[in-house]
C-alpha cells in the first residue's frame, strides 16, 4: 500500500523549503553571535515566514480529494487502483530580497574608523616587517660576508704559513731550515729563486727544459744531489763552485734531449743544503720523484755524502760522483771501512780523479831530492763531521812512495776548522820556522777554502826568505792564481804550489789533446742559449766543477740511451744500473776525455796534470 503523505504535515512542510534552510535545528536558524537580525521591513513577503507558506496549486489542476472519516466499525479500504505518478510541480523560486534604500546621513559609516586604522595598522606592520626582514638579510648577507672575508684572511695566513715553511712556495720537497737556508728538491717549477739568486739563470732554464720533455710524457728522470747553499758556521763553498757545477750538469741534460730520441731526460736538482747537513730530508724527498732512475753528485768527499750514497744504494739507484776524490767513495766502500771489512756501496760510480792516483803523480814530481816535509792538516767538516777528503790525502801522504820518506814525524799540525783557521795557521807557519831542521815541504791535507789564509801566514812567518813547497790536492783548482802572485811579488818570500788535476781548459782545447774536440762541443754548448738564459765562459775556468758535473751526467745519459731499445722504451733504474757497469773504455764522449766505467766504478781513462803555481822547485 501506498501512503501518501499530507501536504501539511511537517515532512510536506519540510519538501517545500528552502534549500537554504534545509533541517537546520532552530538554533542554528537563529541570528549567529554577534551578527544583525535581518529587520522585516526589508523583506517582501511582509515579515511572513516563508516555511510556513503553503504551496498554491498550479491553475486548472484538481482539488485534492478529502479522505472519508474513520470508523471502528468500518471495514478496512479497498486498496486503491494504481496511480499513475503525477509528474511534480515545479520547484517555486522565491525573488532574491532587495534592501530598501536608505536615506542619505552625513555621517561616517561605524565600521570606517575602525577599517582605516585596522588598514593603517596593518600598513604599519607591514613596512616594520618588511624593514625587519631587510635588515635580518642584510645582516645575514653582512655576517656571510665577514664569514667569507676571515676564512679567506685564515686561508691566506696558513698559505703563507706554508710558504715560509717551504722556501715561499707550497712544495712540501722543499724545506726552509734556519738562517733562511732552503734545501731539498725542485725540477725548476717552483720558480727560479727557491736557492738563491746566482742559480737563478739555471733553473729557470731547468724549468723551460723540463716542461718540454715531460710534455709528451715519455721521459726518466736524473736528479742531481750536492750542497748549493753556503751559508752560517757550515760555509765552505762559494756560489761560483755550486753555480759552475749546476751549469754543467743541465749542458749534459740539453745536450742528451737535443737528439732525435723520443725518450726525454728531465733533470731534477737535490739540494743538501750547506755542510750537506740536511741529507736525510733531501735524499727522502728524492724518493718520492716521479720516474726516478738515477742520480748524479753526490757532493764532497765527506760523511754526509757516504750516509746519502749507501741511502740511495738501498732504493737500488745508480750513481755516478761527479767531485768526490778520497779514495775508496765507489762501490767498494772502502771509504768508511778503514777499521773493518768494507762494506759495498752497490750502483755507485765516480768521473772524477782519485787522492791516491793525484798525490802518485806528486810523488815524481817532487823527485829524489832530500825534503824535510811537514804535515799540516784538518780532520773534520766546518760542522764537525769526518771529512774522508783531508783524512785520504793524510793517508796518502805518509804511506805512499815518493812522499812518505820526505817526512819529518815531529812536523804533523792537525786543526779543527770549528776553532778559526786563521790564528790557528798564523801559529803554523812559524812553528815551521823553529824546527830543529828547517822544513822545505808542506804535504798540506785541508781544504782550498783555508788555502789562502795559510799562503798568507807562510809569507810572514820569521823565515819567509827560505823557499817553500806546498804540495796538496785537486781542491786547489778553485784557487784564485793572483793570491799566490801578489804574495810572492811582495819581496822574497818564495812560496810554490803543487797540485795535480785535469789538463787547464787552454790544454783540452789544446791540438794536443786527442779528444779536444769534445771539450770544444762541450763548450759550445755550454755557452750557447738555453731557453733565453746564458752561462758565463768563464765559470769553467774557475775550477773544474762545470766539466766534472757534466761529465757524471753524461755518463748516465749514456747508459740510459743503451738501455732504450724498441721492446723496452723506457728503462728502469735496473737497466741503467746495468748499463752503467757495461760502459767500457772509451764509450763514454766526455768533455774531459773518452772513458768508461770499471768493476770498482771508477772511470778507466783519466788525464792526469801536475799544476805548478809560483817558482819552480
Request: charged letters at 20%; one cysteine or more.
Amino acid at each position: 500500500m501506498t501512503v501518501q503523505e499530507d501536504e501539511n504535515s511537517e515532512t510536506g512542510r519540510n519538501n517545500t523549503r528552502s534549500p537554504r534552510i534545509g533541517n537546520r535545528p532552530e538554533d542554528e536558524r537563529r541570528p549567529r553571535q554577534g551578527g544583525r537580525p535581518k529587520p522585516a521591513e526589508d523583506d517582501d513577503t511582509g515579515g511572513r515566514d516563508v516555511r510556513d507558506s503553503k504551496p498554491v496549486p498550479p491553475p486548472g489542476s484538481p482539488a485534492a480529494p478529502t479522505p472519508p472519516p474513520s470508523s471502528p466499525d468500518a471495514p478496512p479500504p479497498k486498496p486503491a487502483p494504481p496511480r499513475t505518478p503525477t509528474p511534480a510541480p515545479p520547484s517555486i523560486i522565491l525573488p532574491t530580497p532587495r534592501r530598501a534604500p536608505r536615506a542619505p546621513s552625513s555621517a561616517a559609516p561605524w565600521w570606517r574608523p575602525r577599517l582605516t586604522g585596522l588598514l593603517h595598522h596593518r600598513a604599519t606592520l607591514a613596512v616594520g616587517a618588511g624593514t625587519v626582514a631587510a635588515a635580518l638579510v642584510a645582516g645575514y648577507l653582512w655576517h656571510r660576508h665577514d664569514q667569507a672575508v676571515e676564512h679567506q684572511r685564515k686561508v691566506e695566513a696558513q698559505r703563507q704559513e706554508v710558504q715560509k715553511k717551504h722556501c715561499g712556495t707550497l712544495d712540501p720537497a722543499l724545506v726552509t731550515y734556519p738562517h733562511g737556508e732552503c734545501a731539498g728538491v725542485t725540477d725548476g717549477g717552483d720558480g727560479s729563486k727557491v736557492f738563491g739568486a746566482s742559480l737563478e739563470p739555471a733553473l729557470t732554464a731547468i724549468g723551460a727544459e723540463n716542461a718540454e720533455a715531460t710534455r709528451a710524457g715519455h721521459y726518466v728522470t736524473i736528479a742531481f744531489l750536492a750542497p748549493m747553499s753556503s751559508t752560517g758556521a757550515a760555509a765552505d763553498l762559494t756560489q761560483d763552485q755550486f753555480t759552475g757545477e749546476i751549469e754543467g750538469a743541465y749542458t749534459a741534460v740539453e745536450r742528451a734531449n737535443a737528439g732525435d730520441s723520443p725518450l726525454k731526460i728531465r733533470l731534477v736538482l737535490a739540494n743538501m743544503g750547506s755542510g750537506e747537513q740536511h741529507w736525510k730530508q733531501t735524499v727522502g724527498a728524492l724518493k718520492k720523484v716521479k720516474n726516478l732512475v738515477a742520480v748524479a753528485g753526490l757532493g764532497l768527499s765527506q760523511k754526509e755524502s757516504v750516509e746519502a750514497a749507501r741511502a740511495l744504494s738501498k732504493e737500488d739507484l745508480p750513481m755516478v760522483a761527479d767531485l768526490i776524490t778520497a779514495d775508496g767513495f765507489d762501490s767498494t766502500g772502502a771509504i768508511d771501512s778503514a777499521h773493518g771489512a768494507a762494506k759495498p756501496i752497490k750502483g755507485l760510480t765516480r768521473v772524477s780523479l782519485t787522492n791516491a792516483a793525484q798525490l802518485k803523480a806528486l810523488g815524481k814530481a817532487l823527485g829524489s831530492a832530500p825534503r824535510t816535509a811537514a804535515v799540516v792538516r784538518s780532520e773534520v767538516t766546518p760542522v764537525g763531521s769526518a771529512d774522508y777528503y783531508t783524512d785520504s790525502l793524510h793517508h796518502d801522504f805518509v804511506t805512499l812512495d815518493g812522499l812518505k820518506q820526505h817526512l819529518d814525524p815531529g812536523q804533523d799540525f792537525a786543526f779543527d776548522p770549528r776553532g778559526g783557521a786563521e790564528s790557528i795557521l798564523g801559529s803554523i807557519g812559524q812553528d815551521l820556522c823553529t824546527a830543529g831542521h828547517p822544513v822545505d815541504t808542506v804535504y798540506y791535507a785541508a781544504r782550498e777554502k783555508y788555502l789562502p789564509d795559510f799562503l798568507q801566514a807562510l809569507a810572514q812567518r820569521s823565515c819567509h826568505q827560505q823557499h817553500i813547497t806546498v804540495v796538496t790536492g785537486s781542491d786547489t783548482s778553485a784557487l784564485d792564481p793572483t793570491t799566490l802572485s801578489g804574495l810572492n811579488s811582495q819581496g822574497d818570500s818564495p812560496i810554490t804550489v803543487l797540485y795535480a788535476n785535469l789538463p787547464s781548459p787552454a790544454a783540452l782545447r789544446g791540438h794536443g789533446n786527442t779528444d779536444h774536440d769534445l771539450y770544444a762541443r762541450f763548450m759550445t754548448a755550454f755557452t750557447a742559449d738555453h731557453h733565453g738564459q746564458t752561462f758565463p765562459a768563464g765559470d769553467t775556468t774557475r775550477g773544474t766543477w762545470p766539466v766534472f758535473a757534466h761529465d757524471a751526467v753524461l755518463t748516465l745519459t749514456t747508459a740510459i740511451r743503451r738501455a732504450t731499445t724498441p721492446d723496452h722504451p723506457l728503462p728502469t733504474k735496473y737497466d741503467v744500473r746495468n748499463h752503467l757497469f757495461a760502459l767500457t773504455n772509451g764509450a763514454v764522449p766526455a768533455a774531459t776525455g773518452r772513458f768508461g766505467i770499471d768493476s770498482t766504478g771508477n772511470r778507466t781513462s783519466t788525464p792526469l796534470v801536475v799544476h805548478r803555481l809560483g817558482p819552480a822547485l
